[in-house]
């Protein structure tokens, strides 16, 4: 699979997690202030397609936040977590892919995703 994330889809996946209670970041920095900011950083010659935006949660054990890598090829989404088990995800929608991919971590683990919620209607 090739991990991309090109710009309209990167400002999908941002339009979507700015209605939940998950963040977003550029690989390897802290989490972006706002949509505008990250709107603003994937329309710059700093944003790399190569590197894919993290989606960032909380978890389980609280004030821990954890993230996962998200690309688009072809039709599904794919969520990777190459640093915490592995474990990743694909589907259709960037909500359906992020829901499979906290099903697809240990309940009892306390690195276990919070529950993604809409903070806004979608």
């Known amino acids: 699979m090739n991990n991309t994330l090109e710009i309209t889809k990167a400002k999908e ?3 979507f997690i700015s209605k939940t209670n998950y963040e977003l970041a550029p690989y390897g920095d802290g989490l972006f202030l706002n949509q505008n900011e990250a ?3 994937v329309d710059s010659n ?6 894919p935006l ?3 949660f909380d978890t389980k054990q609280g004030e821990n936040w954890e993230s996962a890598s998200v690309s ?3 039709n599904p989404r794919h969520i990777i977590d190459s640093s915490m088990g592995g474990n990743s995800s694909k589907a259709k929608s ?4 992020l829901i499979s991919f906290r099903i697809a971590h240990d309940e009892t683990c306390d690195h276990y995703p919070i529950e ?3 903070t806004q209607a979608s």
């Open 116 to 118: 993604l919620s809409l």
């Open 94 to 97: 960037i909500k359906d892919a």
């Open 72 to 74: 688009f090829e072809g």
């Open 54 to 56: 993290n989606v960032c």
């Open 46 to 51: 700093e944003y790399d397609p190569a590197i």
């Open 39 to 41: 709107l603003a950083h």
């Open 13 to 15: 996946l941002i339009t």
